[in-house]
């Protein structure tokens, strides 16, 4: 310890304001042997917050598969990595940035946008597509359009600047996001298999390196505020939403990109949550070295910034380096070309330690140990949720036209053409299918393959029974991998819950990751990289928490090899036979039509038989293979009654569908059973017949043709395909006309 070290007097204020414990605090003081600084608080306050060391969640993240011949890298890196051949891989993650978003959410959004951004291009990939997954609240509650527009307008505004094409998302509605939204953001890129950079800082006396953007106070505590639920303060907490500025993004990327054309490089890495704190200690940590810092020599925009806000400060637009000696001269002409700051503000050492000077003193000295691998991990108390009850008193279908109707105008289902309309989906004109089908699909430039990419979770199944809805989401975005004719090849999560430390929040997380890490195994589709965000609750007047739903969102990549025998959902042309792939046992628990035209949330959510789930996937891609179906769309929320609508609006194109008169009606239209498809054909035998070699239920249900969907039970009932079109249009534009834009 250096004798220059001041430790101030922390008080018990101070430590509770840091969201420490009483006995994190004692580790704190073990592991210095010694009070802290307030710098050195700070700096433990940031690396154990969950937000960073994911101490109630690692224990059980360990469950979930993670390799596979084709992982290059898995959880551990700023993204995960995967093999696509011909000296090319895929990179991408998912990150969360909820609390942001709900606090300020133009720039909550904007800069989740970057940040995940940035996680990819740390490792020397060009970044391709961007998706996102957004849940909110009842949307007639009185702040729920103006964080619709917002968040829409953030991820917009930050994607179409820098030049990435968003091509796809989702969009939930409930009560439980109330208030609490969540908002999260994947990017994948694509790199040379033998150009990918890693984090772990290597080689004593090699100069660590600060470029991009000056540091300034936005975003300070933005770790630790994202590891604590909302009170009715969140208004206060404005300050620590960062500010974004995606022109800046962008120069950064083409700087980046140029010097890592070069050999100039050992280690990168973002400066994403907890600012240079979090960046310096993992690239020291991994690489199992020390660093030292010279905090006089760190950017900045405002004047008088002490080494607490430095360290602590989430500014945008950041990277840290450790370069090879003597090629800083080199380094700095690029991003000074490039417009950005560059600055040497340190170097490896051989300490193990975090070193801070400062105005010639030590500001801070703190072993690395206990800021990284040696981070207090806990395993929660947790309960499983209880089993619903059986589904009982199932209503009948009483007007088929009026619930398909209803469910199409209903704001899970509603087009989101309003959202992806603001979106940028072209950019680099590499975007084969953009938002509304299974799955968005992007050429890989310069070659006859693509990737294809979904983000899916259905978070009522999670919250009825947590292992089964963690096994579907994994299912479904394994299934709209296949439905476009890609061979799924891994994915990353986004863990979003409430308070861990109650045991009833913590058994829904244990279950899902259960569920996932079943589902992954049996598909063979490893979990590669994501982010844990606990704590999304708010806290009632009476100190009780009201959580999200748990939503363990999932983010699929797969590979198509040839890009033009990417199926889409759109029916193609009339006298086509329509067929139902996958067996129909009509389950009406959690499902939508439940909820939307009975006002019931009841029953158990449909089971994931995952060998059926694989067997159907794998007839699915091989039927897109050999041309035998001209359109496919997996079925999920709403049942097959759903699916064959919106193929039918995307083909603008009717149905004739007949429902064998022994089938109760609503079970078989709008039951959520699994692990099916509904596909068209010129020669329906075929299809049936390949269905049968690969021991999966097929049945013709129907054919395409007319101006509507005609549904043949017992009696006949018709709904005009301009009819569907209507409801399935309006909700989003009826719900925005009068909010006023946000820039």
């Not at 391709?128 to 991820?155: E, Q, T, W, Y």
């Not at 690029?334 to 300490?351: H, M, N, Q």
């Not at 009201?546 to 198509?560: D, E, F, K, R």
């Not at 329906?684 to 005609?710: E, K, N, R």
Request: glycine letters at 12%.
């Amino acid at each position: 310890m250096s004798e220059s070290i001041t430790p101030d007097h922390i008080d018990s204020a101070t430590i509770a304001d840091h969201g420490f414990t009483e006995e994190e605090y004692q580790r704190v003081l073990h592991a210095l042997g010694r009070e802290p600084n307030l710098t050195e608080l700070g700096i433990f306050s940031v690396m154990w917050s969950e937000h960073c060391s994911y101490k109630s969640s690692r224990v059980h993240l360990r469950k979930l598969p993670t390799k596979a011949p084709w992982v290059i890298q898995g959880p551990g890196e700023n993204a995960g990595v995967v093999d696509i051949g011909d000296g090319l891989a895929a990179i991408f993650k998912m990150e969360s940035h909820n609390h942001p978003s709900y606090i300020e959410p133009y720039q909550g959004a904007a800069t989740g946008v970057g940040g995940i951004l940035r996680d990819v291009f740390t490792m020397g990939a060009r970044p391709v597509a961007n998706l996102n997954a957004l849940r909110f609240g009842r949307p007639d509650h009185p702040k729920m359009r103006h964080l619709i527009a917002g968040v829409v307008s953030g991820i917009g505004g930050y994607g179409n600047c820098v030049g990435v094409p968003t091509v796809g998302g989702e969009v939930n509605f409930h009560p439980a996001y109330d208030g609490n939204i969540l908002v999260n953001a994947m990017t994948v890129g694509i790199a040379a298999t033998d150009r990918i950079f890693y984090s772990a800082a290597a080689g004593v006396g090699n100069p660590v390196v600060y470029v991009g953007s000056k540091t300034g106070r936005d975003g300070i505590h933005g770790a630790t505020m994202a590891s604590a639920d909302f009170s009715e303060d969140s208004e206060e907490k404005r300050p620590t939403v960062q500010v974004g500025d995606p022109f800046t993004e962008k120069l950064l990327i083409e700087a980046c990109l140029e010097l890592m054309a070069s050999d100039a490089i050992v280690a990168i890495q973002d400066m994403g949550a907890a600012g240079l704190t979090s960046s310096s200690v993992e690239m020291a940590s991994k690489g199992g070295v020390g660093v030292e810092l010279d905090m006089n020599a760190v950017p900045c925009r405002e004047e008088g910034m002490t080494p607490y806000e430095m360290m602590l400060s989430e500014s945008q637009e950041r990277m840290l380096m450790v370069l090879k000696p003597g090629r800083e001269a080199e380094a700095e002409a690029i991003f000074r070309k490039w417009e950005l700051d560059f600055a040497v503000i340190g170097k490896v050492t051989d300490t193990g330690h975090l070193v801070l000077k400062w105005n010639g003193e030590t500001a801070a000295d703190i072993p690395l140990g206990p800021l990284g691998d040696d981070a207090p991990c806990y395993e929660r108390p947790w309960v499983r949720t209880d089993p619903p009850a059986p589904l009982t008193d199932i209503p009948e279908a009483a007007d088929v036209a009026a619930d398909l109707l209803r469910l199409m105008g209903s704001p899970d289902l509603a087009s989101r053409r309003w959202i992806w309309e603001q979106y940028d989906q072209k950019v680099g004109a590499d975007t084969i299918q953009r938002p509304g089908g299974d799955a968005a699909v992007v050429r890989v430039h310069g070659t006859r393959k693509a990737l294809a990419i979904t983000t899916d979770c259905t978070p009522r199944y999670c919250r009825a029974d947590p292992h089964e809805g963690g096994k579907q989401a994994i299912a479904e975005a394994w299934r709209n991998l296949c439905a476009v004719g890609a061979r799924p090849l891994a994915a990353t999560d986004c863990m979003n819950f409430g308070n861990p430390q109650r045991p009833e929040i913590m058994g829904q997380f244990v279950g899902c990751i259960e569920g996932m890490a079943e589902a992954c195994r049996t598909l063979d589709f490893p979990i590669v990289s994501g982010n844990v965000s606990l704590y999304n609750e708010t806290k009632n007047e009476d100190g009780s928490g009201s959580a999200i739903l748990p939503t363990p969102a999932i983010g699929g990549v797969g590979l198509i090899d040839d890009w033009e025998k990417s199926a889409t959902i759109g029916f193609k042309s009339e006298g086509e036979a329509i067929l139902l792939i996958g067996h129909t046992r009509g389950h009406l628990g959690q499902s939508l039509w439940l909820r939307e035209c009975h006002g019931r949330e009841e029953g158990p959510p449909p089971p994931v038989d995952l060998a059926a789930e694989r067997a159907a996937g794998n007839l699915i891609r091989a039927l897109i293979e050999g041309g035998d179906i001209t359109a496919v769309h997996d079925c999920s929320d709403g049942g097959a009654a759903v699916a064959l609508a919106e193929m039918a609006l995307a083909g603008d194109i009717g149905a004739e569908i007949s429902v064998p008169a022994e089938a109760p009606l609503a079970p078989f239209l709008f039951g959520e059973d699994q692990g099916r498809y509904v596909v068209t054909a010129r020669d329906a035998p075929a299809v049936l017949a390949l269905a049968q070699s690969h021991g999966v239920f097929a049945a013709l249900i129907g054919s395409t043709g007319g101006d509507g969907i005609a549904i043949e039970h017992r009696k006949r009932c018709a709904i005009p395909l301009a009819e569907l079109r209507r409801a399935h249009e309006s909700f989003f534009p009826g719900l925005m006309q009068n909010e006023p834009a946000v820039a």
